[in-house]
């Protein structure tokens, strides 16, 4: 094969040679450059270089694959997807989102694409009393337990934790700024608070197990730290504290910081060495085991003067969950509230077995913390946050359906501010400036355009979540039970969720 290619292009070569030879105008000239060229090039492929086989054997047009296995996801994007099978969000969604993120009409047209007799079609049923939706109350959520003493009325949907250094500075300002319009609230996730998180928006001080923010580095060790913690929690703008365990993407792994992203000015902020790749620890060293975690909640809430202190996890060993929570009611102190990730959760970066083969999908996982708060009767205490590809109404009212009181969104935000699933997060060549630190790439996203974007979208859900609770009856979205939301199964039958999950009894107590 390898002699008819190089047998083919030097032909080519030739007759190119002939032709502006006997035609001396531009144009020959032009195919004769590019036709040597491609024989040099060639040449090259087959003789010289020796890394890549397959160049060997089949010159020049080898290198197509590496083209196309290059642009693959736009190809697929652009010409092979239809709206319902792009991953990890298909089209649908993504339009959603930037259709209710620019104001543009969001209707379609002629009927739905969804298949409504296959497993799994889920629903909710109108009644033939529908309320008006300017009224319809619960839009808004008070997170505080008895142990804490400046609780926060949030929105039921707030911005999920995301770092400065794996989304650029451009990003946090829009998604800020955005918050600060609506009034809700932006979780600065585990890198620390930077200059463009404190652009007035309520703010979710996350402490990962890096301790950016909140610790310093001891004989290389990262540390919790009292003076830094409270330097950070007690600002006006920090209305919560999460400590986060662990994200769905990669549980039990740690943040990634890919060093490309890893910039002078990041670096300072989280206090690590710049250029170089920083990897979280995977657990706490603050503490060990449940009642040094209980000390350890207690003493995050003093020093933050009374603010909620959260905990964030992907439920991963149930029996682990529940002894947790066991001993929070054994020891009568608590967080305030439980951020619970799903599997599918997202991530600038993880290890491809993490993300896909470790941690409890959200449903699973939300239904089964809220059981568990509720057999060990703290659920009053403890607020539930869910998170795990939250896009439209229907999915932010399954969730609090299913016992979530406060949904937390990072994609749908991320593509509300232009993200268009190109998946190069973890590279440094986020072609929007939503994912990367590169300074030409980051002055592609215009702050004062996407700002109002993130308001337009967080205002528009919560009205359309309002507007399906007013079509089902109801007066409040707190009203929506998991009884209320349907299923369809293996044998083309329905189930309510409560039957699915075994939560009969509680939906029709609670
Ligand atoms: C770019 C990016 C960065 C993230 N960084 C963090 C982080 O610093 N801390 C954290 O707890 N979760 C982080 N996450 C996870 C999200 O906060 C969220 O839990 C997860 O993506 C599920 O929400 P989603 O499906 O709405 O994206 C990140 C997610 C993305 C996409
Ligand atoms: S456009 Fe691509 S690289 Fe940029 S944030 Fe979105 S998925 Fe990540």
Redesign the pocket.
């Known amino acids: 094969m390898r002699d008819t290619i190089l047998a083919v292009i030097i032909v080519v070569n030739v007759l190119c040679g002939v032709l502006a030879y006997f035609i001396p105008d531009m144009g020959n000239y032009i195919l004769l450059t590019i036709a040597t060229a491609v024989t040099v090039l060639a040449i090259y492929d087959a003789f010289i270089q020796k890394k890549h086989s397959l160049m060997r054997a089949f010159p020049v047009v080898a290198r197509l694959r590496w083209v196309f296995e290059e642009e693959r996801e736009k190809i697929q994007q652009y010409f092979i997807e239809d709206d319902l099978n792009g991953t990890p969000i298909n089209r649908e969604k993504r339009s959603i989102v930037y259709q209710r993120s620019k104001r543009e009409v969001e209707t379609v047209p002629f009927g739905t694409q969804h298949n409504l007799y296959e497993k799994g079609y889920e629903f909710v049923k109108h009644s033939l009393f529908p309320k008006d939706h300017h009224h319809i109350e619960g839009e808004k959520v008070l997170i505080g337990s008895d142990k804490c003493t400046q609780k926060y009325n949030t929105s039921i949907i707030n911005i999920?934790?995301?770092?400065f250094g794996?989304?650029s500075k451009n990003a946090i300002m829009a998604l800020n700024q955005g918050a600060k319009m609506a009034g809700f609230a932006h979780?600065t996730?585990?890198?620390g608070i930077s200059p463009y998180h404190l652009q007035g928006g309520d703010l979710i001080f996350?402490v990962?197990t890096g301790y950016f923010g909140a610790g310093k580095s001891v004989k290389g060790k990262r540390v919790f730290d009292d003076a830094v913690f409270k330097e950070n929690a007690v600002r006006p703008e920090v209305k919560m504290i999460e400590i986060?365990f662990s994200?769905?993407?990669k549980p039990g792994h740690g943040?990634i910081l890919p060093a490309k992203k890893n910039t002078e000015e990041i670096a300072k902020i989280r206090a690590v060495e710049p250029h170089t790749t920083v990897d979280s620890p995977p657990g706490h060293s603050a503490f060990s085991n449940f009642d040094e975690m209980i000390v350890f909640i207690q003493r995050v809430r003093d020093l933050a003067e009374g603010k909620p202190v959260g905990v964030?996890f992907c439920v991963g060993d149930n029996e682990e969950i529940e002894n947790m929570i066991n001993a929070f009611a054994e020891a009568n102190n608590y967080p305030d509230f439980i951020a619970v990730?799903?599997g599918?959760?997202?991530?600038?970066a993880a290890p491809l077995e993490f993300s896909n083969y470790i941690g409890t999908p959200l449903l699973e996982g939300l239904v089964f913390v809220n059981k568990t708060l509720k057999k060990y009767n703290l659920k009053d205490q403890i607020k539930i946050i869910a998170?795990?590809?939250?896009i439209d109404a229907f999915d932010i009212i399954k969730y609090k359906a299913l016992g979530a009181d406060v949904i937390?969104?990072?994609?749908?935000f991320?593509l509300s501010i232009g993200c268009i699933q190109a998946r190069e997060?973890n590279l440094d060549t986020c072609p929007v400036g939503v994912?990367t630190q590169d300074e030409d790439l980051v002055e592609a996203l215009v702050v004062g355009d996407k700002n109002i974007r993130v308001k337009n979208y967080h205002d528009k859900t919560v009205a359309a979540v309002k507007e399906v609770v007013a079509a089902m009856g109801k007066d409040s979205i707190a009203d929506v039970k998991a009884k209320h939301i349907f299923r369809r199964n293996k044998a083309g039958d329905i189930d309510s969720l409560d039957t699915i999950y075994g939560l009969k009894e509680e939906s029709l107590v609670s």
């Open positions: 999920s934790a995301m770092s794996s989304l979780n996730g585990e890198g996350q990962g986060k994200q769905g993407a943040g964030k990730d799903g599918e959760g997202g991530t600038g998170s795990g590809k939250a937390a969104m990072a994609r749908s991320m997060c994912a």
